[in-house]
């Protein structure tokens, strides 16, 4: 505890010093000349359009910023928390609420800098822009035209908070809270925020090569899913797991949680035109379509492998279908839509059975729903787009162009290497520093009074009666101290 509280002290006076920072006004950046307009007397270059804000697209933008962090809290905490079992209830929801705090700081302080700031090597943004530095009202060309620069800082910080948040469904029921904290500042600064700005931030090297991910295909579902895989790797199984039920301890809420998510997409997917307009209606539609196909997908073929439909497989498949589309979203049509929805809900269902053959422990099935649909919206982006649908984007290899698809496999393993070996790291780091797991006392007791002396049913009687028979006397001394800790009053 006393090693967390010194980091945590150090970020704080790294913020401090940041703020400071930002006090002083930024130089005004000199324009860039083109090659043609270097050619030419300086009096007779013809002035830029100027930018002006649009006040429908930035009311457009600002609904959008609302859905997407609804997505965070209360979409995805209720997705996970649902799926969790009784006693680590709390732990799971608190695990997406306060990434929300943590991250709406980091963004604000230097995670925008870092993702979207002027660019140095096409690998990361500069720190011009740190603690918001010179990111004020008015637009900001190179992203927006008709928003202000910092509603799309806002837009891009709800990315940022939700991408952290997803990786916890790996982890859940196992990690220490200060572990988990310390884990979300690093990942969200060493590996999400270099990933945006090659992706999406000018200069961007991904971007340049003309990589396709219109909402995070990339950026936020491979990243976020293939460092999932790590963690469950480096942490290991759950305590039983394998020999004890570990069954969701409330569907209702994770079909809520999941309907939630599916609504909030919508910010997700269309706000990514950054405009109130067709491609908006386009990405909205596909959006959809995607998730219903992966609905029914997964549904169907969970219904032919096992009898029967779940209404969990209805809702992860539904999940599924919106984490594929959402690289592909601005690009394709409804008919593409379908297919790649319908395909990710078939493939993913198969993908969360093969963890139990392949020996890891993925809580809550981040694996093979983020890092396998997100590889396969990726992939699919390179297959399907289409400049019919958005002339800013390309055609795939359906119509006509093979290059897409190779730049787009070349975006998935640069996404794999970095989250791989960059989240292993940062593991590594976190263990040094704080520790990992909670002790095996600590884990049967259950996250929420071990980690936050409370419990998420004050009216259940037999919360604890799986503790009573074949404990030792540690587990059964370590309820009675949490259970005596005076809660706190509200």
Partial sequence: MRRFTLALAMLLVLGTLT?????????????????????????????????????????????????????????????????????????????????MAVISIQWVLWGYSLAFGPDKGGIIGGL???????????????????????????FQMMFAIITPALITGAFAERMKFSAFLLLTVLWATFIYDPLAHWVWGDGGWLKLRGALDFAGGTVVHIS??????????VLGKRKGYGHQPMQPHNLPLTVMGAALLWFGWFGFNAGSALEANGLAASAFLATNTGAAAAALGWMFTEWMARGKPTVLGAASGAVAGLVAITPASGYVGPISSLIIGAVAGSICYLACNLKSKLGYDDSLDVVGVHAVGGTWGALATGLFASKAVNEAGGDGLFFGNP?????????????????????WVILKVVDAVVGLRVTDEDEVVGL?????????????????????????????????????????AH
């Avoid at 043609?36 to 429908?56: L, M, R, T, W």
């Avoid at 011009?128 to 010179?134: E, M």
């Fill in 19 to 99: 703020v400071a920072f930002a006090q002083t006004p930024p130089p005004a950046p000199a324009p860039a000349a083109t090659p043609a307009a270097a050619d030419k007397p300086a009096a007779a270059a013809a002035p830029a359009p100027a930018s002006k804000i649009d006040k429908g697209d930035t009311a457009w933008m600002l609904t959008s910023c609302a859905l997407v962090l609804m997505m965070t809290a209360p979409g995805l905490a209720l997705f996970y928390g649902g799926m969790v079992r009784q006693k680590n209830t709390l732990g799971t929801l608190m695990q997406s609420f306060i990434i």
């Fill in 128 to 154: 011009d822009w740190i603690g918001l530095r010179g990111v004020g009202t008015e637009p900001f060309d190179t992203y927006s035209k008709t928003i202000p620069h910092q509603v799309f800082m806002l």
């Fill in 224 to 233: 976020s899913g293939v460092s999932a895989l790590v963690c469950a790797l």
């Fill in 403 to 423: 290059g897409q698809l190779w730049t787009q496999i070349i975006a998935v393993v640069a996404t794999y290497a970095l989250a791989i070996v960059g989240t």
């Fill in 448 to 488: 929420d009074l071990s980690q936050h002396s409370e419990t998420a049913y004050a009216f259940s009687g037999g919360t604890y009666s799986e503790y009573s028979a074949g404990t030792g006397s540690g587990v059964s001394e370590a309820v009675r101290s949490a259970e005596a800790k005076a809660r706190a």
